[in-house]
């Protein structure tokens, strides 16, 4: 059984940094496409990044970014630890949200990255970020 689980998150002021991960275990494929989300108050949910996780020997992990969080967000992995890691530096409160990781058992088409706009099957529990001014 699919199965992602959060760590990481807090409360932080603004300027600081945060490392969330999502732990993968269950899947049958060693590819497939994952996403980092946001949920703010008031707001709908936001991609954030995607990452082809096991996609090292396959065209690279190919990582992508909202227009919003490049260059602040960096998505990473770590196929021994059976992780995924969102690096987000220099948080504002406009940062503030519950942060969700998500994947899917689908590979990006060839030399794309894996799409911020999918429905993603699997979702981890949720993170809550919180930054103070």
């Known amino acids: 059984q699919e199965r992602l689980v959060q760590s990481g998150g807090g409360s932080v002021q603004a300027g600081g940094s945060l490392r969330l991960s999502c732990t993968v275990s269950g899947f049958t494929v060693n590819t497939f496409c994952m996403g980092w989300f946001r949920q703010s108050p008031g707001k709908g949910r936001e991609g954030l990044a995607t990452?082809?996780?096991?996609?090292?020997?396959?065209?690279?992990?190919?990582?992508a970014y909202a227009d919003s969080v490049k260059g602040r967000f960096t998505v990473s992995q770590d196929n021994a630890k059976n992780t995924a890691y969102l690096q987000i530096e220099n948080l504002t409160p406009e940062d503030t949200g519950m942060y969700y990781c998500?994947?899917?058992?689908?590979?990006?088409?060839?030399?794309?990255?894996?799409?911020?706009?999918?429905?993603?099957?699997?979702w981890g529990q949720g993170t809550q970020v919180t930054v103070a001014s």
């Open positions: 998500a994947a899917d058992s689908v590979d990006p088409l060839p030399g794309l990255s894996c799409p911020l706009a999918y429905s993603y099957h699997y």
């Open positions: 990452i082809y996780y096991g996609g090292d020997d396959y065209g690279g992990d190919r990582p």
